[in-house]
């Protein structure tokens, strides 16, 4: 049974970088069938496709545009987890963040979710 | 992008009722989605996908239909156990989109 636990901080100060990891167990980062995505909830913006990260004989990834300036999802296999990082954050990045395991074009696995606020 | 428009956006309802959602695609997705259920402080947790194909361990009276801008997710026989924010979910192309959710109060 595939599992994702999310660590990192829960607040961060405006203009900083958001960092957040997610350890996979189950399954591999380099899986050459799924894809590792990060997904954020706030009440303003609903569920937000950050972007996602896969193996297919290389690493691939794929971004929003909304954040495209910003984020850099990077697996690490030596620990079987893969990271996001966003940087400059406003106010308006607090969320929920999550992480999921895309498979078959679908996530039947997430996280646990990590609250995001961005704050002085 | 694709985006997906779901209705109602809240329902009140009573145990054993049949619940129907709706989300429309702005274009066509053939059979791209896929239904989550969120409960309250709790991560989504798919119900169907492929607009149609039932999940492993979700109670039948889930199910799901449509296909290219059209589809529906019906909850036959409401338990208390479904009240939950409901949410379609597009992967026919990038980026990744989801309906604003459905509120389902029992």
């Known amino acids: 049974q595939v599992q994702l636990q999310q660590s990192g901080p829960g607040l961060v100060k405006p203009s900083q970088t958001l960092s957040l990891t997610c350890a996979i167990s189950?399954?591999?980062?380099?899986?050459?069938?799924?894809?590792w995505t990060w997904i954020r909830q706030s009440p303003s913006r609903g569920l937000e496709w950050l972007g996602r990260?896969?193996?297919?004989?290389?690493?691939?990834?794929d971004y929003a545009v909304s954040v495209k300036s910003r984020i850099s999802i990077n697996p690490d296999t030596s620990k079987n987890q893969f990271s996001l990082q966003l940087n400059s954050v406003t106010p308006d990045d607090t969320a929920v963040y999550y992480c999921?395991?895309?498979?078959?074009?679908?996530?039947?696995?997430w996280g646990q979710g990590t609250l995001v606020t961005v704050s002085s | 992008e694709i985006v997906l428009t779901q209705s109602p956006d809240f329902q009140s309802v009573t145990p054993k009722e049949k619940v129907t959602i709706t989300c429309r695609a702005s274009?066509?997705?053939?059979?791209?989605l896929h239904w989550y259920q969120q409960k309250r402080d709790q991560s989504p947790k798919l119900l169907i996908k492929?607009?149609?194909q039932s999940i492993s361990g979700v109670p039948s009276r889930f199910s799901g239909s449509g296909y290219g801008t059209d589809f529906t997710l019906i909850i036959n026989s409401l338990e208390v156990e479904d009240a939950a924010v409901y949410y379609c979910?597009?992967?026919?192309?990038?980026?990744?989109?989801f309906g604003q959710g459905t509120k389902v109060e029992i």
């Open positions: 999921a395991r895309e498979l078959g074009n679908c996530y039947e696995c």
């Open positions: 189950g399954d591999s980062v380099s899986s050459n069938i799924a894809a």
């Open positions: 990260t896969y193996y297919r004989s290389q690493w691939y990834n």
């Open positions: 274009q066509s997705i053939g059979s791209s």
């Open positions: 492929h607009a149609s």
């Open positions: 979910h597009q992967s026919n192309s990038l980026p990744r989109t």
